[in-house]
């Protein structure tokens, strides 16, 4: 069960796991490299010249878990469906240097396939301590969705990947609704006669 501030917590549990592995890395073409959760063109604008952006761009309903039935928390009451959401990232490497945004990339897709399933002690703020799993996918994009991502923040392309980090729920902050259980079915049966 998760609350609003789960994506906040997906964004957190990403960065965390980046961190650990470029900017505490003993590689010396990578380390101190910082890794950011604003678009690359806010690290511009910051006059950041060096890190990885790894930037919320967009999110989506999960459709194949819309029709969930409501989970019944007792034998009155009955909890709304959580909101299953897709969170998708645009992951850019930051240097003015072509070789280190290469290195950067090349890192990136390596730490992301090896924490391809994060769960137990990889989650951090809400999602810390809970049985949550999340799957991060890289997702191939075409050059031209590539392009109108790009397009939408008005910059021209820069290397990067997307990621689609899946299944992230919503819980719904309505009261549980009372609803008894069914204590007694009946079924009435007719035979249908086919008309010649």
Known sequence: MSDYPVISAVSQTLRTVLTANITQSTDSQIKNVPIELL???EMQ????????SVWLYRVSRFGDMLNEPPQRISATQLVRTPLPVLLYYLVTPV????????ALLGKVLQVLNDYSILRGADLQ???QGTTDQLRVVLETLSLEDLSLVWDALSEPYQLSVSYLVQLVQIDSAMQPVQA????????????ILSVS
């Open 180 to 191: 008894s259980t069914v204590l007694q079915r009946d079924m009435t049966y007719t035979q």
């Open 95 to 102: 240097a003015s240097d072509p070789l280190t945004r290469h």
């Open 45 to 52: 604008e910051n006059q950041e010249t060096l890190g990885v």
């Open 125 to 127: 703020g809400i999602l």
């Open 39 to 41: 678009s690359p063109k």
